[in-house]
Protein backbone atom coordinates (compact mmCIF):
# COMPACT_ATOMS: atom_id res chain seq x y z
CA UNK A 1 0.00 0.00 0.00
CA UNK A 2 2.58 2.45 -0.84
CA UNK A 3 0.46 5.30 -2.07
CA UNK A 4 -1.37 5.56 1.28
CA UNK A 5 -0.28 8.54 2.65
CA UNK A 6 0.41 8.81 6.97
CA UNK A 7 -2.81 10.87 7.56
CA UNK A 8 -2.55 13.36 10.90
CA UNK A 9 -6.25 15.19 10.23
CA UNK A 10 -7.82 16.43 13.05
CA UNK A 11 -11.43 14.97 11.45
CA UNK A 12 -12.59 12.87 9.82
CA UNK A 13 -9.23 11.35 10.32
CA UNK A 14 -7.39 8.10 9.69
CA UNK A 15 -8.92 4.97 10.10
CA UNK A 16 -7.28 1.52 10.67
CA UNK A 17 -5.93 -0.26 7.66
CA UNK A 18 -7.12 -3.08 7.99
CA UNK A 19 -10.73 -2.17 8.92
CA UNK A 20 -11.00 -0.31 5.72
CA UNK A 21 -9.46 -3.70 4.19
CA UNK A 22 -12.02 -5.78 5.32
CA UNK A 23 -14.53 -3.02 3.98
CA UNK A 24 -12.92 -3.42 0.74
CA UNK A 25 -13.30 -7.16 0.65
CA UNK A 26 -16.67 -7.14 1.71
CA UNK A 27 -17.82 -4.32 -0.42
CA UNK A 28 -19.74 -5.91 -3.35
CA UNK A 29 -20.96 -8.73 -1.75
CA UNK A 30 -21.43 -8.68 2.17
CA UNK A 31 -21.54 -12.03 3.60
CA UNK A 32 -23.29 -13.70 1.09
CA UNK A 33 -25.84 -11.05 0.63
CA UNK A 34 -25.29 -10.44 -2.89
CA UNK A 35 -25.08 -6.64 -2.31
CA UNK A 36 -23.21 -4.39 -0.10
CA UNK A 37 -23.84 -3.51 3.34
CA UNK A 38 -24.95 -0.19 2.38
CA UNK A 39 -27.79 -1.68 0.07
CA UNK A 40 -29.46 -4.12 2.46
CA UNK A 41 -32.77 -2.73 4.64
CA UNK A 42 -31.47 -1.44 8.34
CA UNK A 43 -34.38 -4.56 9.32
CA UNK A 44 -33.05 -7.55 7.63
CA UNK A 45 -31.08 -9.98 9.86
CA UNK A 46 -27.59 -9.01 8.10
CA UNK A 47 -27.65 -6.05 8.89
CA UNK A 48 -28.84 -6.72 12.48
CA UNK A 49 -26.07 -8.77 13.14
CA UNK A 50 -23.81 -5.69 12.60
CA UNK A 51 -25.86 -2.97 14.77
CA UNK A 52 -26.06 -5.60 17.38
CA UNK A 53 -21.69 -6.63 17.29
CA UNK A 54 -20.84 -3.14 16.93
CA UNK A 55 -23.14 -2.47 20.62
CA UNK A 56 -21.93 -5.22 21.91
CA UNK A 57 -18.23 -4.97 20.95
CA UNK A 58 -18.59 -1.55 23.11
CA UNK A 59 -19.63 -2.79 25.91
CA UNK A 60 -17.00 -5.71 25.80
CA UNK A 61 -13.75 -3.08 25.11
CA UNK A 62 -15.15 -0.70 27.51
CA UNK A 63 -16.18 -3.40 30.37
CA UNK A 64 -19.67 -1.08 30.18
CA UNK A 65 -21.98 -2.25 33.03
CA UNK A 66 -25.19 -3.87 32.29
CA UNK A 67 -26.92 -0.56 33.35
CA UNK A 68 -26.16 1.50 30.71
CA UNK A 69 -27.15 1.57 27.13
CA UNK A 70 -25.32 2.27 23.73
CA UNK A 71 -27.10 4.22 21.41
CA UNK A 72 -26.12 4.99 17.60
CA UNK A 73 -27.44 8.90 17.12
CA UNK A 74 -27.17 11.31 14.10
CA UNK A 75 -26.42 15.26 13.88
CA UNK A 76 -22.59 14.68 14.89
CA UNK A 77 -21.38 16.09 18.54
CA UNK A 78 -23.14 19.66 17.56
CA UNK A 79 -26.55 17.86 17.75
CA UNK A 80 -25.75 16.38 21.10
CA UNK A 81 -25.01 19.94 22.57
CA UNK A 82 -28.54 20.85 22.48
CA UNK A 83 -30.11 17.41 22.75
CA UNK A 84 -28.13 16.66 26.14
CA UNK A 85 -29.87 20.03 27.92
CA UNK A 86 -33.32 19.67 26.03
CA UNK A 87 -33.49 16.17 27.38
CA UNK A 88 -32.14 16.75 31.29
CA UNK A 89 -32.90 20.31 31.96
CA UNK A 90 -36.42 21.26 32.73
CA UNK A 91 -38.37 22.86 35.62
CA UNK A 92 -35.53 24.01 37.84
CA UNK A 93 -32.91 21.54 37.31
CA UNK A 94 -29.48 23.47 36.38
CA UNK A 95 -26.36 22.17 35.44
CA UNK A 96 -23.04 23.48 35.65
CA UNK A 97 -20.38 23.30 32.33
CA UNK A 98 -16.33 23.60 32.71
CA UNK A 99 -15.32 25.27 29.67
CA UNK A 100 -11.88 24.36 28.39
CA UNK A 101 -12.03 24.92 25.09
CA UNK A 102 -13.80 25.55 21.74
CA UNK A 103 -15.85 22.52 21.78
CA UNK A 104 -17.01 22.76 26.14
CA UNK A 105 -17.65 26.48 25.28
CA UNK A 106 -20.28 25.68 21.71
CA UNK A 107 -21.60 22.88 24.26
CA UNK A 108 -22.65 26.09 26.69
CA UNK A 109 -23.94 28.22 24.30
CA UNK A 110 -25.99 26.16 22.27
CA UNK A 111 -27.12 24.69 26.81
CA UNK A 112 -27.57 28.48 27.26
CA UNK A 113 -30.00 28.83 24.04
CA UNK A 114 -31.78 25.55 25.18
CA UNK A 115 -32.22 26.44 29.13
CA UNK A 116 -31.12 30.23 29.60
CA UNK A 117 -31.46 30.37 33.15
CA UNK A 118 -30.37 26.61 34.01
CA UNK A 119 -27.00 26.34 33.28
CA UNK A 120 -23.42 28.24 34.94
CA UNK A 121 -20.37 27.96 32.92
CA UNK A 122 -17.19 27.16 35.66
CA UNK A 123 -13.56 26.75 35.42
CA UNK A 124 -13.02 28.85 32.63
CA UNK A 125 -9.33 29.02 31.10
CA UNK A 126 -10.37 31.08 28.05
CA UNK A 127 -8.43 33.69 29.54
CA UNK A 128 -5.27 31.67 29.38
CA UNK A 129 -6.41 30.58 25.37
CA UNK A 130 -7.05 27.32 26.58
CA UNK A 131 -3.18 26.52 27.30
CA UNK A 132 -4.06 24.37 30.39
CA UNK A 133 -7.22 22.16 32.03
CA UNK A 134 -8.60 24.43 35.21
CA UNK A 135 -7.55 23.10 38.68
CA UNK A 136 -9.96 21.57 40.80
CA UNK A 137 -9.74 24.24 43.16
CA UNK A 138 -10.72 26.84 40.73
CA UNK A 139 -14.02 25.48 40.89
CA UNK A 140 -16.63 24.16 42.47
CA UNK A 141 -19.51 22.19 41.28
CA UNK A 142 -22.93 22.71 42.64
CA UNK A 143 -23.95 19.39 44.60
CA UNK A 144 -27.64 19.62 43.31
CA UNK A 145 -26.89 20.12 39.31
CA UNK A 146 -28.71 17.48 37.62
CA UNK A 147 -24.97 17.12 35.62
CA UNK A 148 -22.04 18.71 35.41
CA UNK A 149 -20.70 18.78 31.51
CA UNK A 150 -17.38 18.64 30.49
CA UNK A 151 -14.98 17.69 26.90
CA UNK A 152 -12.68 15.34 27.62
CA UNK A 153 -10.27 16.01 25.37
CA UNK A 154 -10.07 19.80 23.84
CA UNK A 155 -9.24 18.87 19.84
CA UNK A 156 -8.36 22.26 18.92
CA UNK A 157 -5.83 23.32 21.79
CA UNK A 158 -4.52 19.95 22.94
CA UNK A 159 -5.37 19.42 26.23
CA UNK A 160 -7.02 16.01 27.63
CA UNK A 161 -8.75 15.17 31.25
CA UNK A 162 -6.22 12.57 32.16
CA UNK A 163 -8.34 12.16 35.36
CA UNK A 164 -11.79 13.25 35.44
CA UNK A 165 -12.75 15.71 37.70
CA UNK A 166 -14.58 14.80 40.97
CA UNK A 167 -18.30 15.73 40.65
CA UNK A 168 -18.91 13.71 44.05
CA UNK A 169 -22.63 12.22 43.24
CA UNK A 170 -23.55 14.73 40.46
CA UNK A 171 -23.26 12.65 36.89
CA UNK A 172 -20.76 13.64 34.75
CA UNK A 173 -21.71 14.56 30.92
CA UNK A 174 -18.93 14.11 28.72
CA UNK A 175 -18.14 15.05 24.41
CA UNK A 176 -15.54 12.21 23.91
CA UNK A 177 -15.29 12.89 20.43
CA UNK A 178 -12.11 13.36 19.94
CA UNK A 179 -10.59 10.60 22.40
CA UNK A 180 -13.67 8.08 23.52
CA UNK A 181 -11.92 5.03 23.87
CA UNK A 182 -8.14 6.17 22.96
CA UNK A 183 -7.53 3.85 26.68
CA UNK A 184 -10.12 1.72 29.00
CA UNK A 185 -11.62 3.87 31.62
CA UNK A 186 -14.81 3.55 34.40
CA UNK A 187 -17.37 4.70 32.49
CA UNK A 188 -19.91 4.61 35.90
CA UNK A 189 -19.41 8.10 37.03
CA UNK A 190 -20.44 9.24 34.01
CA UNK A 191 -24.51 9.49 33.50
CA UNK A 192 -23.77 10.12 29.17
CA UNK A 193 -20.75 10.37 26.95
CA UNK A 194 -21.21 10.95 23.29
CA UNK A 195 -18.72 11.04 20.74
CA UNK A 196 -19.02 11.72 17.01
CA UNK A 197 -17.44 8.97 15.42
CA UNK A 198 -14.69 10.84 12.82
CA UNK A 199 -12.23 11.57 15.17
CA UNK A 200 -11.49 7.88 16.58
CA UNK A 201 -13.94 5.58 15.87
CA UNK A 202 -15.30 5.61 12.17
CA UNK A 203 -16.75 7.78 9.78
CA UNK A 204 -18.42 10.57 10.13
CA UNK A 205 -22.62 11.12 10.40
CA UNK A 206 -22.32 8.73 13.89
CA UNK A 207 -22.45 9.46 16.97
CA UNK A 208 -21.77 7.11 19.60
CA UNK A 209 -23.75 7.43 23.52
CA UNK A 210 -23.31 5.68 26.09
CA UNK A 211 -26.44 6.52 28.86
CA UNK A 212 -26.71 5.59 32.38
CA UNK A 213 -30.54 4.08 33.09
CA UNK A 214 -30.80 6.47 36.04
CA UNK A 215 -30.26 9.38 33.51
CA UNK A 216 -32.45 7.76 30.96
CA UNK A 217 -35.21 7.84 33.20
CA UNK A 218 -34.76 11.26 33.80
CA UNK A 219 -35.36 12.04 30.45
CA UNK A 220 -38.20 14.28 29.04
CA UNK A 221 -40.85 12.45 26.89
CA UNK A 222 -42.31 15.32 25.31
CA UNK A 223 -40.03 16.17 22.64
CA UNK A 224 -39.98 15.16 18.86
CA UNK A 225 -39.36 11.42 19.16
CA UNK A 226 -36.28 12.24 16.71
CA UNK A 227 -34.87 13.94 20.15
CA UNK A 228 -35.56 11.95 22.59
CA UNK A 229 -32.95 9.31 24.15
CA UNK A 230 -35.40 7.68 25.54
CA UNK A 231 -37.13 6.50 21.81
CA UNK A 232 -33.54 6.25 20.54
CA UNK A 233 -33.07 3.70 23.72
CA UNK A 234 -36.38 1.47 23.04
CA UNK A 235 -35.84 1.26 19.75
CA UNK A 236 -32.10 0.06 20.08
CA UNK A 237 -31.69 3.09 18.05
CA UNK A 238 -33.59 1.74 15.14
CA UNK A 239 -36.06 4.04 14.96
CA UNK A 240 -35.36 5.82 11.90
CA UNK A 241 -32.93 4.51 9.37
CA UNK A 242 -29.85 4.45 11.02
CA UNK A 243 -26.25 5.56 9.43
CA UNK A 244 -25.80 2.24 8.51
CA UNK A 245 -22.44 2.11 6.80
CA UNK A 246 -21.31 4.31 9.55
CA UNK A 247 -22.00 1.62 11.97
CA UNK A 248 -20.59 -1.52 9.76
CA UNK A 249 -17.09 0.63 9.72
CA UNK A 250 -17.37 1.46 13.12
CA UNK A 251 -18.11 -2.28 13.85
CA UNK A 252 -14.82 -3.16 11.38
CA UNK A 253 -12.56 -0.31 13.57
CA UNK A 254 -13.77 -1.74 16.97
CA UNK A 255 -12.97 -5.80 15.64
CA UNK A 256 -9.57 -4.44 14.63
CA UNK A 257 -9.44 -3.03 17.86
CA UNK A 258 -10.19 -6.48 19.67
CA UNK A 259 -8.38 -7.82 17.60
CA UNK A 260 -4.82 -5.88 18.72
CA UNK A 261 -5.09 -6.71 22.28
CA UNK A 262 -8.06 -4.14 22.91
CA UNK A 263 -8.03 -1.06 24.61
CA UNK A 264 -4.79 -1.84 27.45
CA UNK A 265 -3.15 -2.31 24.70
CA UNK A 266 -4.61 0.66 22.40
CA UNK A 267 -3.56 3.00 25.49
CA UNK A 268 0.16 1.65 25.79
CA UNK A 269 0.41 2.36 22.20
CA UNK A 270 -0.89 5.82 22.74
CA UNK A 271 1.01 6.35 25.56
CA UNK A 272 4.29 5.39 23.52
CA UNK A 273 3.35 7.57 20.61
CA UNK A 274 2.61 10.93 22.91
CA UNK A 275 5.75 10.46 24.53
CA UNK A 276 7.81 9.97 21.17
CA UNK A 277 6.56 13.31 20.01
CA UNK A 278 6.44 15.28 23.28
CA UNK A 279 10.02 13.72 23.52
CA UNK A 280 11.04 15.74 20.42
CA UNK A 281 8.79 18.89 21.54
CA UNK A 282 10.87 19.23 25.18
CA UNK A 283 14.10 18.25 23.54
CA UNK A 284 13.93 21.06 21.21
CA UNK A 285 11.77 23.47 23.13
CA UNK A 286 12.97 26.91 21.68
CA UNK A 287 12.14 25.84 18.08
CA UNK A 288 8.88 23.23 19.08
CA UNK A 289 7.21 25.49 21.33
CA UNK A 290 3.93 23.73 22.98
CA UNK A 291 0.80 25.47 23.58
CA UNK A 292 -0.06 23.53 26.17
CA UNK A 293 1.61 24.54 29.46
CA UNK A 294 0.83 22.34 32.18
CA UNK A 295 2.64 18.59 31.18
CA UNK A 296 -0.19 16.59 33.36
CA UNK A 297 -2.64 18.53 30.82
CA UNK A 298 -1.11 17.40 27.64
CA UNK A 299 -3.23 15.23 24.73
CA UNK A 300 -2.19 12.39 23.38
CA UNK A 301 -4.59 12.74 20.58
CA UNK A 302 -4.24 16.06 19.40
CA UNK A 303 -0.35 17.92 19.80
CA UNK A 304 -0.06 21.86 19.07
CA UNK A 305 2.98 23.63 18.88
CA UNK A 306 4.41 26.79 16.68
CA UNK A 307 7.66 26.87 15.31
CA UNK A 308 9.51 30.15 15.56
CA UNK A 309 7.79 32.15 12.85
CA UNK A 310 5.14 31.49 10.51
CA UNK A 311 7.43 31.02 7.66
CA UNK A 312 9.04 28.12 9.14
CA UNK A 313 5.22 26.67 9.94
CA UNK A 314 4.73 26.73 6.18
CA UNK A 315 7.30 25.17 5.39
CA UNK A 316 7.46 22.33 8.32
CA UNK A 317 3.72 21.60 6.63
CA UNK A 318 4.86 21.63 3.17
CA UNK A 319 8.09 19.82 3.65
CA UNK A 320 5.83 17.16 5.63
CA UNK A 321 4.02 16.53 2.86
CA UNK A 322 6.68 15.98 0.41
CA UNK A 323 7.82 13.20 3.30
CA UNK A 324 4.35 11.76 2.97
CA UNK A 325 2.54 13.32 6.19
CA UNK A 326 -0.85 15.57 5.60
CA UNK A 327 -2.95 17.00 8.22
CA UNK A 328 -0.59 18.91 9.58
CA UNK A 329 -1.34 22.18 9.80
CA UNK A 330 -2.47 23.83 12.62
CA UNK A 331 -6.20 24.86 13.34
CA UNK A 332 -7.53 28.34 11.75
CA UNK A 333 -7.44 30.66 14.91
CA UNK A 334 -4.91 29.00 16.61
CA UNK A 335 -2.33 28.58 13.80
CA UNK A 336 1.19 26.45 14.05
CA UNK A 337 1.27 22.59 13.50
CA UNK A 338 -1.29 20.82 14.67
CA UNK A 339 -0.48 16.50 14.82
CA UNK A 340 -3.60 14.43 15.21
CA UNK A 341 -3.09 10.98 16.40
CA UNK A 342 -5.71 9.22 16.62
CA UNK A 343 -6.04 5.30 17.62
CA UNK A 344 -5.53 4.07 13.87
CA UNK A 345 -2.20 6.05 13.79
CA UNK A 346 0.28 3.66 14.43
CA UNK A 347 4.07 4.20 16.36
CA UNK A 348 5.92 3.94 13.35
CA UNK A 349 3.68 6.58 12.04
CA UNK A 350 4.95 8.82 14.76
CA UNK A 351 8.54 7.67 14.06
CA UNK A 352 8.40 8.60 11.04
CA UNK A 353 7.06 11.85 11.72
CA UNK A 354 9.60 12.69 14.91
CA UNK A 355 12.56 11.31 12.77
CA UNK A 356 11.34 14.32 10.27
CA UNK A 357 11.19 16.71 12.91
CA UNK A 358 14.83 15.71 13.61
CA UNK A 359 16.30 16.78 10.16
CA UNK A 360 13.83 19.61 9.88
CA UNK A 361 15.48 20.97 13.11
CA UNK A 362 18.94 20.54 12.08
CA UNK A 363 18.24 21.76 8.42
CA UNK A 364 16.45 25.44 9.91
CA UNK A 365 17.11 25.24 13.88
C1 LIG B 1 -15.12 17.54 16.16
C2 LIG B 1 -15.71 17.75 17.49
C3 LIG B 1 -17.07 18.08 17.67
C4 LIG B 1 -17.99 18.39 16.50
O1 LIG B 1 -18.55 17.27 16.01
P1 LIG B 1 -19.53 17.30 14.74
O2 LIG B 1 -19.72 15.83 14.57
O3 LIG B 1 -18.84 17.96 13.60
O4 LIG B 1 -20.78 17.99 15.15
C5 LIG B 1 -17.56 18.19 18.94
N1 LIG B 1 -16.77 18.01 20.01
C6 LIG B 1 -15.46 17.70 19.89
C7 LIG B 1 -14.62 17.51 21.11
C8 LIG B 1 -14.90 17.56 18.63
O5 LIG B 1 -13.59 17.26 18.51
Redesign the pocket.
Known amino acids: MSNRVINFYA ?1 PAALPLPALERAQREMLDFEGAGMSVMEISHRSKEYDAVHEEAISLVKELLNVPDNFRVLFLQG ?4 QFAMVPMNLLYGDRKADYLITGN ?1 AEKAYKEAKIVAPDNVRAIGSTKDEDYCRLPDPDEYQVDPKAAYLHL ?1 S ?1 N ?1 IYGTQWHEFPDAGNVPLVA ?1 M ?2 DFMWRPFDVRPFGLIYA ?1 A ?2 NLGP ?1 GL ?1 VALIRDDMLEQCRTDLPSMLQYRIHADKNSLYNTPPTFSIYMLRNVLAHNKSIGGLAAIEATNLAKGELLYGCIDKYSGFYIPHVTNKAHRSVMNVDFKLPSKELDEKFVADAKKAGMVGLKGYRSLGGIRVSMYNATTLDHVKVLVDFMERFVAANG
Open positions: GGGNLWCNTDSSGQKSV
